[in-house]
T-cell receptor, first 115, second 109 residues
Framework: GAGVSQTPSNKVTEKGKYVELRCDPI?????LYWYRQSLGQGPEFLIY????????DSGLPNDRFFAVRPEGSVSTLKIQRTERGDSAVYLC?????????????FGPGTRLTVL | RKEVEQDPGPFNVPEGATVAFNCTYS??????FFWYRQDCRKEPKLLMS???SGNEDGRFTAQLNRASQYISLLIRDSKLSDSATYLC??????????FGKGTRLHILP
């Protein structure tokens, strides 16, 4: 079946602009996660959703970052007033549930470059 | 101690050799653990899950040492295609997922 998809695959923007990154999870997966990965680092947790609600957004670096999942499926990560330091690969993952044993399946990521 | 720590490597290993690396964790309440593999410029993919004492899948063996709070990954008869970054993952129930920074493995022909 279809895996997690993310669009766009690459996004180049200018400092100060607004960007939206989209994630389509695997159908039926209730949990959805956003991560950010910089070169040479492991994925850094940003936020996760159980259904429509953000269960934990403690990883969002500041209030320029916001994510929604209005219908419990597709999620959008929104970044306002982008900064050069926001450049990274933004990964989305989904899992069937929130149990410790639930495997996360990752999308291919969106590579964000802020000039 | 950091929540999840891994030796970043790189581990440069000749083809056919056995290689092992560890991941230490600080949350003693964690019950399950995962090893993910990440190829260059690709997304992480699940390699193995580790519950209780350990898990074996072909050439790969993952073990858990609760007393010392580490998990290990052992790769036997290494192949060139095993070259990747191996990420240790420690989920926390109803909480965020912690990834290690990864261990880079290079298998040399």
């Amino acid at each position: 079946g279809a895996g997690v998809s993310q669009t766009p695959s690459n996004k180049v923007t200018e400092k100060g602009k607004y960007v939206e990154l989209r994630c389509d999870p695997i159908s039926g997966h209730t949990a959805l996660y956003w991560y950010r990965q910089s070169l040479g680092q492991g994925p850094e947790f940003l936020i996760y959703f159980q259904g429509t609600g953000a269960a934990d957004d403690s990883g969002l670096p500041n209030d320029r970052f916001f994510a929604v999942r209005p219908e419990g499926s597709v999620s959008t990560l929104k970044i306002q007033r982008t900064e050069r330091g926001d450049s990274a690969v933004y990964l989305c993952a989904s899992s069937l549930g929130l149990g410790e044993g639930d495997t996360q399946y990752f999308g291919p990521g969106t590579r964000l470059t802020v000039l | 101690r950091k929540e999840v720590e891994q030796d970043p490597g790189p581990f440069n290993v000749p083809e056919g050799a056995t290689v092992a690396f560890n991941c230490t964790y600080s949350n003693s309440a964690s019950q399950s653990f995962f090893w993910y593999r990440q190829d260059c410029r690709k997304e992480p993919k699940l390699l193995m899950s580790v519950y209780s004492s350990g898990n074996e899948d072909g050439r790969f063996t993952a073990q858990l040492n609760r007393a010392s709070q580490y998990i290990s990954l052992l790769i036997r008869d290494s192949k060139l295609s095993d070259s990747a970054t191996y990420l240790c993952v420690v989920p926390r129930r109803h909480d965020k997922i912690i990834f290690g920074k990864g261990t880079r493995l290079h298998i040399l022909p």
